[in-house]
C-alpha cells in the first residue's frame, strides 16, 4: 500500500516532536529530586559545621553539650512562627542535631533522647567523620510514602582536637513538595511546548508540502494536455530546479505531440482544395472555352486563397497555443477595446446591412494583451456578421457577472445545432455560412478559446431562446 508523502513527513514530524519533549520532560523531571537534595545537603553542611565550631567554643570555654545546645532547641520549638515559602506555609523547626563523642557514644540528641548513651560509630557519617573524611547518610523516614532524612555530620575541635562529632539531620519532604510542583510545572510546559512545535511541524510540512502539489497539478495538467502554467514555488532551489525539469520535460513532449497533430490537421484539411486545384489543373489541359477556362481558373485561385487561409490561421493558432502565459500583461479598458473595434467594423455592419445595439458599462478595467484580446472580440463580431440574414440585428453587451466583466455578442442567425455546439471550438470544425454556403477555415473560435485561457477566462456559445446564438467571453476583473 503506497503510503502519501504527506502522511509520511507529518507522522515524522509528530513522532519526533512527540519522543523528543517526553525524553526532555522524563530527562529534566528524573534530575529533579537530586539536584534539590544536593542543594538541601549543601545547606546542611554549612549549619553543621557552624553549630560544630560554636559547640567546640563553648565546650572550650567550660559548657556541657547539654547545656550548650538544650536551650537553643527548647527555645525554638517552642517558639510559634509562619512562614510562607512560595506557596508552602512552614509552621516549626524541623532540622535536629546530634552529638556523639569521639568513639561515636551519643551525648545529645535534640530530638530523642532516649538515644543518649547509644554507640552510633558504626553510622557511616559518624564514622568517616571520626576517619577524617566527610560524614554524610540518608536514612528512609517512611518507606510507604519513601520520604528521607538526610545526616550531615561536622568534626567538634577543642583545642585542636577530634573531641566528638555533630550531625544535623533534616527531612526532606519539605524538597518534595517542591520537587512534585516543579515536576508538574516541567510537564504542563513541555506539553504546552510539544503541542506549538506540533502546531509549527504541521504548518511547516503544509508549506512544504503546498509547492509539490502545485508541481504535481502542473504535471497532470500537462500530461492531460490542457494549458499548465508554472506555479509559484517559493525561493527553494531544489523546488525550482525541479519545476525548470519538469517545464522542460512538458515543452519536449508537448513539442513532439503538437507537430504530429498539427502535420495530421494540416493534411486533413488542404487534401480538398490540393484535389481541387489538381483537377482543375488538369481540365485545363483540355480543350474549352473561355468561360470554362476562366472558371477553372477561378476554382484555382479560391482554393489557393484558402490552403494559404488555412496556414496563416494556424500559424497563429500554434503561435498562441505555444505560450504558458502572456508575457505581457498590462491595464486595459474593455469597454473602450471594445467601442474601438466596433467603430473600425462599423463599415461591414453597414455593407451586410445589419443593425447594432450596444449596452457597454462605462469601464471595465481587465488584465491582459490589447493586440490578441481585439483578434478573440474581433472574431466573435466577425462570426455574428457572417450568420447573421440581411437586416437583422447584432447586440453587443458589457456587464459584470460576480468577480468576472462578460462580453456577449448576440446574432439573429440560424443558430447551430445540438450536435455541433460542443465541436465549434475544435480545430478545422465550421459551419457553412448563410451567404455563401461555404466554410471557413475552421479556426477562429479555436483561436478564441486559446486567447481566453491565456487570459484566465472563458469562452462559452449557446442558442437563444427565439433565434441566433449568444457567445460570451468571461474576463476576470483587474
Known amino acids: 500500500m503506497r503510503v502519501p508523502i504527506r502522511f509520511g513527513i507529518i507522522s515524522t514530524f509528530v513522532f519526533v516532536t512527540v519522543l523528543s519533549f517526553a525524553f526532555l520532560a522524563f530527562w529534566i523531571t528524573n534530575r529533579i529530586r537530586p539536584n534539590y537534595l544536593k542543594l538541601v545537603e549543601e545547606n546542611l553542611v554549612d549549619t553543621s559545621r557552624i553549630l560544630a ?85 540518608t536514612t528512609p523516614d517512611d518507606p510507604e510514602d519513601k520520604t528521607q532524612t538526610l545526616h550531615v555530620s561536622a568534626p567538634i575541635l577543642v583545642d585542636g582536637n577530634l573531641v566528638g562529632v555533630l550531625t544535623v539531620e533534616k527531612p526532606v519532604a519539605w524538597a518534595a513538595i517542591f520537587i512534585e510542583d516543579a515536576r508538574k510545572e516541567i510537564i504542563y510546559a513541555a506539553i ?182 481585439a483578434r478573440a472580440i474581433g472574431n466573435v463580431l466577425q462570426n455574428g456578421i457572417d450568420f447573421s440574414p440581411d437586416g437583422a440585428l447584432v447586440s453587443i453587451l458589457i456587464d459584470e457577472e460576480d468577480s468576472c466583466y462578460r462580453l456577449r455578442v448576440l446574432d439573429e442567425g440560424e443558430g447551430v445545432p445540438a450536435f455541433a455546439l460542443e465541436k465549434v471550438f475544435e480545430r478545422f470544425f465550421s459551419m457553412p455560412r448563410p451567404a455563401t454556403s461555404k466554410k471557413s477555415s475552421g479556426l477562429g473560435l479555436a483561436f478564441v478559446k486559446e486567447i481566453m485561457e491565456l487570459h484566465q477566462g472563458s469562452v462559452s456559445i449557446d442558442n437563444r431562446d427565439d433565434a441566433g446564438v449568444v457567445v460570451a467571453l468571461k474576463f476576470p476583473k483587474s
Open 53 to 137: 565550631a560554636d559547640l567546640g567554643e563553648d565546650l572550650e570555654s567550660g559548657l556541657s553539650t547539654q547545656d550548650s545546645l538544650d536551650d537553643v532547641f527548647e527555645r525554638v520549638k517552642s517558639e510559634s512562627f509562619e512562614s510562607t515559602i512560595y506557596e508552602v506555609t512552614k509552621e516549626q523547626v524541623d532540622l535536629n542535631v546530634y552529638v556523639t563523642d569521639a568513639k561515636g557514644i551519643v551525648l545529645y540528641h535534640s530530638s530523642l533522647p532516649d538515644q543518649v548513651s547509644l554507640n552510633y560509630s558504626d553510622w557511616n557519617n559518624i564514622k568517616r567523620t571520626l576517619e577524617g573524611a566527610y560524614g554524610a547518610r
Open 192 to 373: 504546552i511546548t510539544g503541542g506549538i512545535s506540533l502546531i509549527l511541524s504541521l504548518l511547516m510540512s503544509a508549506w512544504l508540502l503546498r509547492p509539490i502539489g502545485r508541481l504535481t497539478q502542473y504535471a497532470r495538467l500537462a500530461s492531460e494536455g490542457k494549458r499548465a502554467y508554472l506555479p509559484r514555488l517559493g525561493k527553494a532551489k531544489e523546488l525550482q530546479d525541479m519545476a525548470r525539469a519538469l517545464q522542460t520535460m512538458h515543452k519536449e513532449l508537448e513539442g513532439k505531440q503538437y507537430v504530429e497533430q498539427y502535420i495530421q490537421s494540416l493534411t486533413h484539411e488542404i487534401k480538398s482544395p490540393v484535389s481541387a486545384i489538381r483537377g482543375a489543373a488538369e481540365l485545363m489541359n483540355e480543350e474549352m472555352s473561355v468561360d470554362q477556362r476562366n472558371r477553372f481558373l477561378s476554382n484555382i485561385a479560391v482554393e489557393s486563397k484558402r490552403i494559404n487561409q488555412i496556414v496563416d490561421r494556424l500559424l497563429e493558432l500554434s503561435a498562441v497555443e505555444k505560450l504558458q502565459q502572456l508575457e505581457e500583461s498590462l491595464p486595459l479598458d474593455l469597454v473602450a477595446l471594445t467601442s474601438e473595434l466596433l467603430e473600425n467594423y462599423r463599415a461591414v455592419f453597414e455593407a451586410h446591412n445589419l443593425q447594432i445595439q450596444t449596452e457597454l458599462l462605462d469601464h471595465a478595467m481587465i488584465e491582459g494583451d490589447s493586440f490578441l484580446l
